[in-house]
């Protein structure tokens, strides 16, 4: 598949920061929108869109926190880098351990270039998983879901809505298989695990 633009965006409520950090990544040929509060980032942009977010911890009004949050409720692909003092480094921890790609101490700009093509590439990997998801009718996607589960053809038929016969389910499983290039029950349950933004992977 052909790789799609992405954008990044910042959101930091420091002006002088904020410029700063739009001339580097402008200097790399990057994409780049900035937001100087997380409700102006929130308002503005497509959740459901590919892209990465370099988000200040510590903002005024809602905090890059509660954006994080919003986006995760929001099954958003977004991939997000914190901006963190030193006296956040404990939330941005956390804040990776709920999902966040990483954090970089501000205003260290070397650092942030550095974890950049990490955040990119998992961004444009989740472009391609979100296209593959979205050849996926609902009812494929919940069939997959209870596949990813472990649940056997019967039982899933059982607990779809309204409920059909096994050899419907077969039917799509097969169709599930080839939309995301698994090979079997096995490899859709790694695939579901490796996107849990999508909102789909087992607790």
């Given at each position: 598949m052909?790789?799609?633009?992405?954008?990044?965006y910042v959101v930091?409520?420091?002006e002088a920061?904020?410029?700063?950090?739009?001339?580097?990544?402008?200097?790399?040929?990057?994409?780049v929108q900035a937001f100087d509060s997380g409700e102006a980032f929130l308002d503005a942009v497509d959740m459901r869109q590919p892209g990465c977010v370099i988000l200040d911890l510590r903002m005024g009004g809602i905090s890059g926190l509660t954006v994080f949050e919003r986006l995760r409720a929001a099954h958003s692909p977004?991939?997000?880098i914190f901006l963190s003092g030193h006296g956040d480094i404990p939330t941005a921890l956390e804040a990776v351990r709920r999902g966040a790609h990483d954090w970089v101490t501000k205003p260290d700009t070397q650092q942030l270039l550095?974890?950049?093509p990490a955040a990119i590439g998992e961004a444009r990997a989740r472009?391609?998983?979100?296209?593959?998801?979205?050849?996926?009718?609902?009812?494929?996607?919940?069939?997959a879901r209870l596949v990813g589960l472990g649940q056997p053809n019967k039982e899933i038929a059982r607990l779809l809505v309204p409920p059909c016969g096994p050899r419907s389910v077969e039917t799509h499983r097969a169709?599930?298989?080839?939309?995301?290039?698994?090979?079997?029950d096995n490899e859709l349950g790694r695939w579901l695990a490796a996107h849990p933004w999508l909102g789909y992977a087992e607790d």
């Open positions: 052909k790789d799609i633009p992405l954008t990044l930091d409520d420091d920061l904020r410029r700063s950090m739009l001339l580097l990544l402008f200097s790399q040929g990057l994409a977004l991939v997000t550095d974890k950049l472009s391609q998983a979100l296209r593959q998801w979205d050849e996926l009718t609902p009812r494929e996607r919940e069939v169709n599930i298989f080839s939309k995301l290039q698994c090979a079997n």
